[in-house]
């Protein structure tokens, strides 16, 4: 009995990892886009301002 709720748990702890993992791997590719656009954008008004002078 004790091994059968022992395993339960181990497996949902497991899951749960293996979830969280794949959970935060699409928050950080989405975060890393984010930045990028921010990053694009910044270079492309300091484009701007440069051609301005």
Same mark, same amino acid.
């Given at each position: ?21 794949? &959970? ?6 989405? &975060? ?9 954008a ?12």
């Amino acid at each position: 009995m004790i091994r059968r709720i022992f395993v339960s748990l181990l497996t949902t702890v497991f899951f749960a990892g293996v979830f969280g993992t794949l &959970a935060g791997c699409n928050t950080m590719a989405g &975060a890393g886009q984010d930045i990028e656009q921010g990053g694009k954008a910044i270079k492309d008004e300091a484009r701007e301002q440069k051609n301005k002078m």
